[in-house]
């Protein structure tokens, strides 16, 4: 459970309109499934209060808003708990990161704590990913940047960040604020060459929406593929947070839906053991707190 986000949310209940409060209710529910119906239902009414009655909270609202603090309470205590006993469990998972995927984790100092300094497993930084490690039993799990091609491991997303479209600054044949993969057709597309083994799913996705893979050129550095587009060679598609740090003279960006289509940036790879509990735990802590990343 992502015990940050309820509280945040909590917070624009009771100083907030509806309408940021209902875009945080969506963002929570993603968070935490299930668990979030109850509360869902009570924090709903404490709006639909505040709202009609304007400053004043009715009895009924501030019985509930009386009912989520101490909630609220006990879930930052029972945080408290998870940390100091994932600190202390001796059985904590021991999870092989590879030095380039460190190094990318460095770069943001959120994805830095919530996996490398994570109190609830125990991270090595290692040169490079050593699968067989998984075999001997030596590392619980390895985190990588593309999924793994052993059949006897299984391998989870880990963190996906958003994409976008760049094109050309006078292309205005595309007016809309999101794009999704079937606008793509007919036009030509430019990648990065290294997705033709690590982004399959993307191009499974353009053959689904009837987009030829002939259209598709690739290209081997990011500034490549924006010096094409500044050259009115084709949309290129990366992340977005990478088209804001390269130079985009000559370029607009589109963002791309992320239901759409969104780029796994690192997966978590395990032996296909059940009784790995351990590991699962390690995954599902890891996706919440990622994932408004």
């Known amino acids: 459970m992502?015990?940050?986000?309820?509280?945040?949310?909590?917070?624009?209940?009771?100083?907030?309109?509806?309408?940021?409060?209902?875009?945080?209710?969506?963002?929570?529910?993603?968070?935490?499934?299930?668990?979030?119906?109850?509360?869902?239902?009570?924090?709903?009414?404490?709006?639909?209060?505040?709202?009609?009655?304007?400053?004043?909270?009715t009895p009924q609202g501030q019985y509930l808003e009386s009912r989520c603090e101490k909630l609220f309470q006990f879930i930052h205590e029972t945080e408290d708990q998870i940390q100091l006993i994932g600190a202390n469990c001796p059985l904590r998972p021991k999870i092989l990161v590879p030095q380039a995927a460190a190094e990318e984790m460095e770069t943001n100092e959120k994805l830095y704590q919530e996996i490398l300094q994570s109190p609830i497993m125990s991270c090595m930084i290692e040169p490079e990913s050593y699968e067989d490690r998984l075999s001997e039993r030596d590392v619980d799990a390895v985190i990588q940047t593309s999924p793994s091609q052993?059949?006897?491991?299984?391998?989870?997303?880990?963190?996906?960040?958003?994409?976008?479209?760049?094109?050309?600054?006078?292309?205005?044949?595309?007016?809309?604020?999101?794009?999704?993969?079937?606008?793509?057709?007919n036009r030509d597309i430019i990648l990065m060459e290294?997705?033709?083994?690590?982004?399959?799913?993307?191009?499974?996705?353009?053959?689904?929406?009837?987009?030829?893979?002939?259209?598709?050129?690739?290209?081997?550095?990011?500034?490549?593929?924006?010096?094409?587009?500044?050259?009115?060679?084709?949309?290129?598609?990366?992340?977005?947070?990478d088209f804001k740090?390269?130079?985009?003279?000559?370029?607009q960006m589109i963002p791309i839906k992320k239901r759409s289509f969104s780029l796994n940036l690192f997966f978590i790879s395990r032996k296909k053991d059940p009784c790995q509990r351990e590991i699962l735990r390690v995954y599902e802590f890891l996706k919440i707190r990622l994932l408004h990343f």
């Open 2 to 57: 992502e015990f940050r986000q309820l509280l945040q949310f909590y917070e624009v209940c009771k100083q907030g309109s509806f309408s940021a409060a209902g875009e945080r209710l969506y963002m929570t529910q993603q968070a935490v499934g299930k668990s979030m119906k109850q509360l869902e239902d009570e924090l709903a009414v404490i709006l639909f209060v505040r709202e009609k009655s304007g400053v004043s909270l």
């Open 150 to 185: 052993n059949s006897e491991r299984m391998s989870y997303p880990l963190l996906n960040i958003s994409m976008c479209a760049a094109l050309h600054e006078s292309d205005h044949s595309i007016t809309k604020k999101e794009m999704m993969l079937r606008d793509f057709r």
């Open 194 to 241: 290294s997705w033709k083994q690590s982004n399959k799913k993307l191009l499974r996705s353009f053959q689904e929406q009837n987009i030829s893979l002939n259209s598709i050129q690739y290209v081997k550095t990011m500034k490549d593929g924006l010096k094409k587009t500044a050259a009115n060679e084709g949309i290129f598609i990366l992340p977005e947070r």
């Open 245 to 251: 740090m390269l130079d985009k003279k000559g370029t």
